[in-house]
């Protein structure tokens, strides 16, 4: 059983129809694409018993989208509202059942198809449920995608697993999602982190959030500061695409904290505070999950920086957080990025843009007077807004490849 919305909805209701539509389950991939969020959820489930392959596509996307994208990730079957089939082509050799299939965000490069067995899905669930006390009373409510495995593993499948009744909300309203927190016992929200800290400036003066977890990205510091003060209880979880959540902090104090390490996954990164490679075994498989962080003495795993944002800069190493840290010490300064820039004289450079009512002389003084030479920014600019897109997160790389031309003579004052 799961809540929609108001609307408690029973997946069995669907079960014997699906038994008389869909023809042995368990031999294909399906692509699912519905409007109606319980209806979806309840044939994934149903699929899910089966062991069949299901690849859940987001409402939001064009018929002719998801087609195209449950052709990529080799489903032969598309299914949509009304239990519609649609063939999909696909090549006759490609195994296709007993799989969930997702598509990593594409963040830092083209997307690519993940598929893992239910199998070890049924594992992350178990290990995340038994490792993630703090949370084993409340119940979840679930304002993000249930296609992705944020809102479907962790929100939804480890909800079933303790035999809670996830609350699971398809109307990103703020006033809305604020009003089932109020009527839900012990909530906790999964949500993205641009939905928390809209939610934390939208709280009414004296009110909290009873609990929270955020994923996904790490908060920009004004926002982690706002959240954390009208939260009670704040957790963040970490994890990838290949292996799903493989570490959590039940007590998030600094949004680099990004968790320990759950009992499925083993990982491993940098010590003594100094960053490398973090990579996580899980299932058989060793990953690198492109990230740069380092494990504390207590096994908590502090974040750095993606691997491909640092910033060569004659052969020092420049990482993005320290340059944003000190300008958000700033005051003046609600937002920072910094990211990588082409230099002919030392390979690269750091850039920054900011928003807030802070000047641009400030900005760099402040830099000056608190970063090496070779971490200074080689240009500094101001925006109204930083283009950060709906979840939280910024695409250094877009950011990078905008700026990338030569700078004029005033960003050059600190080269």
Same mark, same amino acid.
């Given at each position: 059983m799961f809540v929609l919305n108001d609307t408690p909805i029973d997946p069995a209701d669907l079960a014997a $129809? /699906?038994?008389? *539509?869909?023809t042995d389950? &368990?031999?294909? $991939?399906?692509?699912?694409?519905?409007?109606?969020?319980?209806?979806?959820? +309840? *044939?994934?489930?149903? /699929? $899910?018993?089966?062991?069949?392959?299901?690849?859940p596509i987001h409402a939001g996307i064009p018929a002719e989208t998801a087609r195209e994208m449950a052709q990529a990730?080799? #489903?032969?079957?598309?299914?949509?509202?009304?239990?519609?089939?649609? &063939? *999909?082509?696909?090549? %006759?050799?490609?195994?296709?059942? %007993?799989v969930l299939v997702q598509m990593s965000s594409g963040t830092t490069g083209a997307a690519k198809?993940?598929?893992?067995? @239910?199998?070890?899905?049924?594992a992350e669930v178990e290990s995340y449920a038994a490792f993630f006390t703090a949370s084993a009373a409340m119940t979840p409510v679930i304002a993000c995608p249930v296609t992705h495995s944020y809102g479907l593993i962790a929100g939804v499948l480890v909800a079933l697993h303790r035999g809670h009744l996830p609350v699971i909300l398809d109307s990103l309203n703020p006033k809305y999602i604020l009003?089932?927190?109020?009527?839900?016992? =012990?909530?906790?929200?999964?949500?993205?982190?641009?939905?928390?800290?809209?939610?934390? $400036?939208?709280?009414?003066? %004296? =009110? !909290?959030?009873?609990?929270?977890?955020?994923?996904?990205?790490?908060?920009?510091?004004? @926002?982690?500061? /706002?959240? !954390?003060?009208?939260?009670?209880?704040?957790? =963040? =979880?970490?994890? #990838? +695409?290949? &292996?799903g959540c493989v570490a959590i902090n039940q007590d998030l104090q600094n949004p680099y904290d990004v968790g320990h390490p759950l009992p499925h996954a083993t990982l491993t990164a940098g010590q003594n505070g100094a960053p490398d490679a973090v990579h996580v075994t899980a299932a058989g498989r060793e990953i690198d999950t492109g990230d740069l962080g380092h494990l504390r003495a207590d096994g908590m795993l502090v974040f750095t920086a993606r691997a491909d944002d640092m910033i060569n800069v004659a052969g020092l190493n420049v990482y993005p957080q320290d340059v944003e840290k000190t300008v958000m010490a700033l005051p003046g300064v609600s937002d920072a990025v910094a990211f990588r820039l082409p230099d002919p004289h030392s390979g690269a450079r750091a850039g920054l843009l900011y928003a807030g009512s802070a000047a641009e002389d400030d900005v760099r003084r402040a830099c000056r007077d608190t970063l090496a030479d070779y971490q200074q920014p080689r240009l500094i600019k101001h925006l109204p807004a930083l283009p950060r897109q709906a979840n939280g997160k910024i695409s250094r790389r877009e950011i990078a490849a905008q700026y990338a031309a030569p700078a004029a003579p005033k960003d050059l004052e600190n080269a």
């Amino acid at each position: 059983m799961f809540v929609l919305n108001d609307t408690p909805i029973d997946p069995a209701d669907l079960a014997a $129809r /699906l038994d008389s *539509v869909l023809t042995d389950p &368990a031999a294909h $991939r399906y692509g699912l694409h519905m409007q109606n969020t319980g209806a979806a959820l +309840s *044939v994934l489930l149903y /699929l $899910r018993v089966q062991n069949a392959g299901v690849f859940p596509i987001h409402a939001g996307i064009p018929a002719e989208t998801a087609r195209e994208m449950a052709q990529a990730a080799g #489903c032969d079957l598309l299914l949509s509202d009304g239990l519609k089939q649609t &063939a *999909v082509p696909h090549p %006759g050799n490609t195994p296709r059942g %007993g799989v969930l299939v997702q598509m990593s965000s594409g963040t830092t490069g083209a997307a690519k198809v993940i598929t893992r067995t @239910w199998e070890e899905i049924a594992a992350e669930v178990e290990s995340y449920a038994a490792f993630f006390t703090a949370s084993a009373a409340m119940t979840p409510v679930i304002a993000c995608p249930v296609t992705h495995s944020y809102g479907l593993i962790a929100g939804v499948l480890v909800a079933l697993h303790r035999g809670h009744l996830p609350v699971i909300l398809d109307s990103l309203n703020p006033k809305y999602i604020l009003r089932r927190l109020r009527e839900t016992d =012990q909530p906790l929200l999964y949500t993205s982190p641009a939905m928390l800290h809209t939610l934390a $400036r939208l709280l009414p003066a %004296g =009110q !909290r959030l009873y609990a929270a977890n955020t994923s996904g990205t790490v908060l920009p510091e004004a @926002w982690f500061q /706002l959240i !954390r003060a009208r939260t009670t209880h704040f957790f =963040q =979880q970490y994890g #990838c +695409s290949e &292996a799903g959540c493989v570490a959590i902090n039940q007590d998030l104090q600094n949004p680099y904290d990004v968790g320990h390490p759950l009992p499925h996954a083993t990982l491993t990164a940098g010590q003594n505070g100094a960053p490398d490679a973090v990579h996580v075994t899980a299932a058989g498989r060793e990953i690198d999950t492109g990230d740069l962080g380092h494990l504390r003495a207590d096994g908590m795993l502090v974040f750095t920086a993606r691997a491909d944002d640092m910033i060569n800069v004659a052969g020092l190493n420049v990482y993005p957080q320290d340059v944003e840290k000190t300008v958000m010490a700033l005051p003046g300064v609600s937002d920072a990025v910094a990211f990588r820039l082409p230099d002919p004289h030392s390979g690269a450079r750091a850039g920054l843009l900011y928003a807030g009512s802070a000047a641009e002389d400030d900005v760099r003084r402040a830099c000056r007077d608190t970063l090496a030479d070779y971490q200074q920014p080689r240009l500094i600019k101001h925006l109204p807004a930083l283009p950060r897109q709906a979840n939280g997160k910024i695409s250094r790389r877009e950011i990078a490849a905008q700026y990338a031309a030569p700078a004029a003579p005033k960003d050059l004052e600190n080269a």
